[in-house]
């Protein structure tokens, strides 16, 4: 509920749920931009190329330009190119790894658009690993064909931001700024008009306008204790969009990669599933190849069977991780075929040549977010997603591996040629900043919140243990914020969402599993879906 005085220049608004004030400013038509592209890896990047044959865009990243989760896609991208595969293989094999859940338009929107997509890369330079002049295609986990393109063996992503950069560098309409934060989304009569900027090394708000507003954002892994995600991966689109009213849809499945690097005092790094592709063994404490007993797939398995596969294997064993061994293969091509993943182990002392590395699962992926259709449209007007924070519904339970890189530029090229629409759109109105409120939670307290309670496996009583703590948490305003401050906000808010939407659904499905309710059910053959009335958003 909100009371609205009128003042001569626009009016004030008074949340009673907060106590606080929210400025709201009567907005002239200038426009800061046309299109506000906010995140700068693969989708964003994609969109902007297509966004700047319609007007001026800006391109924001929350730290340096090159910092996304798209940088450190290590696996591939899957695409149905290779002489033995066809396009209805990749969607039948997309749609089995969902579970029940994938919207079946968007997967055939996938696979059908992949090819292209991947040409279009290739044109612009992407350099993908080839077998003399023919592209080179591998496989992994709950894949029927070899399908999967890599870059310079295992930096796919790095590799295609690499290649979007460059071309959206080279286009006039494209600006670039870095080191700024989003806080929060400017809304002008019930539609997206801009967005807040933090910008931490000036230490000052400012509002930026623009007719239309991507969030490519990222994922959400630092929720969760355990992550192979960037720093940067607060689920900052996810908050943001929830606090200004949109729809967001099964952002309980979580993927946990199987096997990231775990040795002390060195980051979750993710040693790829394509490891695993090419013969890595996951063995016990005892050196006992173990995945036989969980799966027919064995090692091959989908991620969610893997990753409790070896939390049941921690557990039984006594052990802290368990062992991924590759020194089945020659050295010489474990080098060449990943470079980046043995050079970096052995740096943290562990050389995957001669020796088995220490696994253990960590948060990897989000299939929920942003509920949006085919074009990226969100259920508010002129908010748009793509990439890891959106749901699409082509991901459903449980995301088929690679399919991540694909998304993101396929769903980021239809965004922005659905966003073109709004080039010629007045923004007149009264454009609301609204007030923000900072969680007395440490972020540490959170994290192991989440990956106790809403992680890998779940139950009733552990995530109203996690909703009464979230729940209770005081709020207080912030007059300038801090960059800590603006994550811990977003950290709270997806982890509230991931609990409450894990709590309701009860049954195990993809990488949603209840030890209290450890079947199916066909009475949660739909998406969970949450949102709240911009007024309540602290």
């Known amino acids: 509920m909100t009371l609205c005085v009128k003042w001569p220049n626009g009016c004030r608004l008074y949340d009673i749920h907060t106590g606080l004030q929210s400025q709201v400013v009567r907005i002239a038509m200038a426009m800061d931009c046309d299109f506000l592209v906010i995140g700068a890896g693969v989708a964003g990047l994609r969109a902007a190329i297509e966004l700047a044959k319609s007007g001026d865009v800006l391109v924001i990243a929350k730290d340096s330009l090159r910092e996304s989760s798209s940088e450190y896609a290590q696996g591939g991208i899957a695409v ?7 396009v209805a293989l990749h969607e039948q094999d997309t749609l089995y790894a969902g579970d029940g859940l994938c919207d079946q338009r968007a997967v055939h929107t996938l696979v059908e658009e992949g090819p292209a997509a991947i040409q279009d890369l290739i044109e612009w330079g992407a350099e993908f690993d080839r077998e003399g002049q023919k592209l080179s295609f ?65 230490g000052i708000l400012r509002d930026i306008r623009a007719r ?64 695993r592709g090419e013969g890595a063994i996951l063995r016990n ?54 470079p980046r993943i043995y050079e970096t182990c052995v740096a943290y002392g562990v050389d995957i040549a001669r020796e088995p590395a220490p696994v253990h699962p960590a948060a990897h992926y989000a299939m929920g977010g942003v509920k949006t259709n085919l074009n990226g449209q969100s259920s508010i007007p ?9 749901c699409t519904g ?14 993101a530029v396929v769903f980021g090229l239809r965004a922005g040629r659905a966003m073109s629409i709004h080039r010629r759109e007045r923004a007149e109105g009264v454009s609301v900043r609204p007030p923000m409120l900072i969680p007395n939670l440490t972020e540490r307290t959170i994290r192991d919140l989440t990956w106790e309670h809403c992680g890998i496996v779940r139950d009733r009583a552990g995530l109203e243990a996690a909703m009464a703590t979230l729940d209770q948490t005081e709020w207080a305003p912030a007059s300038m ?58």
């Open 285 to 338: 404490k005892d050196g006992e190849a173990f995945m036989e007993r969980y799966h027919p797939y064995k090692d091959l398995a989908p991620r969610d069977v893997v990753s409790r596969s070896i939390v049941t294997e921690m557990r039984r064993t006594g052990s802290p991780h368990v062992w991924l061994d590759l020194t089945s293969r020659d050295a010489d091509f474990i080098r060449h075929r990943f």
């Open 80 to 86: 149905a190119l290779s002489d033995d595969d066809e």
């Open 481 to 538: 914020p801090a960059l800590a401050g603006i994550e811990l906000r977003n950290i709270h808010q997806v982890a509230s969402l991931i609990a409450q939407c894990a709590l309701w659904r009860e049954e195990s499905r993809g990488a949603h599993f209840r030890t209290d309710f450890p079947a199916k059910s066909d009475a949660f053959l739909k998406p969970s879906e949450v949102s709240r009335p911009p007024a309540l958003s602290r």
């Open 138 to 202: 591998t496989r992994e986990g709950a894949h029927s064909r070899n399908r999967i393109l890599h870059a310079h063996g295992d930096s796919t992503g790095h590799e295609i931001a690499r290649t979007l950069y460059r071309k959206a560098s080279s286009l006039p309409n494209i600006r670039f700024e870095s080191y700024a934060a989003i806080t929060d989304l400017l809304t002008v009569d019930d539609r997206i008009s801009g967005a807040v900027i933090f910008e931490e090394k000036k």
């Open 382 to 390: 002129g908010l748009y997603a793509a990439g890891e924070v959106a």
């Open 394 to 407: 082509v991901h459903g339970a449980n995301r088929l591996a690679s399919n991540s890189l694909l998304e």
């Open 212 to 275: 239309a507003v991507l969030l490519a954002t990222g994922g959400l892994g630092r929720v969760f204790k355990e992550t192979t995600n960037p720093d940067v991966a607060t689920g900052d689109g996810v908050a943001m969009a929830w606090r200004a009213g949109a729809e967001i849809d099964n952002i309980e499945f979580v993927q946990f990669h199987p096997t990231a690097l775990h040795v002390d005092g060195a980051p979750r790094f993710l040693l790829s599933e394509a490891l």
